[in-house]
């Protein structure tokens, strides 16, 4: 690779931003660590207008990336756009068939194109980085690609939405309403402004886990959808049941290999608050890989926000001016292969369920007949007093039984007049 | 880099022996991430006939470990001899003048001769690499050396010796002495069996601490020891005590630049069960970064073991096959500096003090007002009764002040017959 290395940053959002200004400030470092000269000779972005928090030089900027790449000489392009289709996977497309190496911290994009894309990548012979799709400041990707390589993992899984730890940990702090806290969460920018819901459904977690189920089993990118909740229905009444059972609830994504198939998931648990996810707080991320010889492994930190995002795109720079050319999942696109579906019907666990009923004679009955019914039997219940007297919430949690058993139980539920709004419904997880 | 790589592996104790049967086990791997087929062609170790649990391949065996690097055509040699000095320096250097990378998992050697190795490896253009050092199968130094790369490291600290880590969990679980606990480490092989010293006095985390600061800071590997301390003097007194103040005893690794100045020490500390750290238990190690703009960065797993460290090794040796000649620091040798180092006796904290004394009049008011003499002010103190009734435990929790007006204030009480011992000291740490 020569000395001199020209850069391209597509997007100057918040992250391309505090990018833009890390590498100018950080040319020194780099070259210390690298012995290659970076030089930012194109930037793009929707408004060339728009009020930033650092100063750009407007003699580089382009409205149109896909200019950038006819018309420049980039070595490295940044693709800090976002969307999983689109002008992002036009420009990086275009990018790579025209042998630039691209970093993006894009996960809708490498969750849904990343085969294709790496592919791409390997034909061009250039790389095709994205450590800062996952778990913003973790090296986690690297680690995994990398620090783990031989390793056989079987299991990985973690809390990967800042958003929803966030707001989960603040509405036990704070004892405040879902809405109310959602609401400080956006103010304090860990939250979208204007469209949160990808990350409070569960859509963003589960991009992460696919990428990273991906890299940790050797395998294609699955395609298909297996469970994918989020938090939006989970009540300040839970999060105080939770405390008072020294538990507490977590959005967890988690990945493993049943019986050599793949078993992906999104949703909020029940932890322990003895255990190292349960004290895993506000907007902190954190990846747990199971494998062998390596035993548990943990990493922790800052799971968004520029700085960290930027520490890993600059990690994916380095190993860039650093090395040869990798395969950006390691193993090139032929050996890696689809690892077949598990059926989460199949999936056994603990229920936490909360029901919300008219307050009258029988409808107790009418929940724990139709338990039995299935074989579910009732650990715990929990009947909370309500401030409107006509309405009780009924809490239970249930011993063990597969996902199927418990949808044909409450499947009954939906039409019985008494039981008001849909159950809610939290996984109890063991580490 | 040539497809068939030789490899050599110099020590087939506990750890080289795992190697040897993973390296042998997982070629196809190997060759599916880098391309490259690996051949074992020459293993060294004292002895050829001692009882391993994998069968070596006698045909490939050498008594001095020199001969190979003269005979053979070795590309990537292994050392994991131990000792700082000796053969395994040798036969680095051998191997590293020879122009053969070196992988090693010898902390004592990389900790005393890691620049001049380094500056040898940079000088022949080879890799020396030692993920290995450090926290067994953390990917820790390749985290710092490239998925950290571009940060700005403050301090480095963590459980860094898994021994010491599991014998002060074990004495809380089991409520048995030191002596007993030590055995039955021992007996797990988790520490040595004939000479567990290196473990317990605070060395061994020591070295480790060293080559952590060089990575985090950029700057040659320092040589003062400042402050070594290990867990040979913890008492289960102590540990009882410290579970009353829900609290719990930590031999903790610790590294900083203070007004530019590298504080670096290994000593025991009381950790609040409520922190992270207060939380790695047994046999886990952690590493803890502050970094900007990464925030703080937390590392958790397996500390030791032939499995942890093989995948460590392993790792080194992908590294090595993927890519580009590497510079063992990341940072030239000419390029790091020393740090001038902190005077530790500026270090302000509040400590734990544990006095046995002859249980008659006037000793604890000789030891209060020996304290009040020096402005060392107390914050708490509990008297806890002893089976031998001629004899007290008297544990004081002080408030702040610096080692240097401690260890004055402590001096007196070396002659005073009443004071049976010398004084156990463990310092308060505040995540």
Known sequence: MKKNINIAIIGLGQIGIY???ELN?????????????INIIAISAKNINKKRPFKINKNIFYNNPLQIIKKK?????????????????????????????VITANKALIAKHGDYLSDLAEKNKVNLEFEATVAGGIPILRSIKEGLSTNKITKVYGILNGTCNYIL?????????????????????YAEPLNPRLDLNGSDAFSKIRILSSLCFNSKISKTKCLIEGIDNIDIKDIEIAA??????????????????????VHTCLVSKDTYIGNVNGVMNAVILHGKPIGNSY?????????????????????????????????????????????????VNSLYLRFEVKDKPGVLSVITNRLAEYNISVKRLIQTPNKNKNIASIVIITHKSNESNFKNCFSAFKNNKNILKPITIIRLYNE
Chains 1, 2 share one sequence.
């Open 19 to 21: 990018l833009y200004n």
């Open 25 to 37: 400030t950080k040319k020194k470092t780099i070259e210390l660590k690298t012995g290659k000269k």
């Open 73 to 101: 000489n980039i070595d490295i392009l940044f693709e800090l756009i976002g969307f999983s289709d689109g002008i992002s996977k036009k420009v990086v497309e275009a990018a790579l068939k025209n042998k630039i190496h």
């Open 169 to 189: 940990s603040e509405m036990e702090n704070s004892k405040d309403i879902f809405a109310n806290v959602l609401k400080k969460a956006q103010k304090l920018g």
């Open 244 to 265: 008072q059972l020294n538990m507490r609830i977590k959005l967890l994504g988690i990945s493993e290999i049943i019986n050599g198939q793949l078993f992906e998931r």
């Open 299 to 347: 990493f922790q930190g800052e799971g968004a926000g520029p700085g960290p995002t930027s520490s890993s795109l600059l990690s994916d720079m380095l190993s860039i001016l650093r090395g040869n050319i990798k395969n950006p999942f390691v193993i090139t696109g032929k050996n890696r292969k689809f690892l077949k579906s598990y059926n989460f019907n199949n999936y």
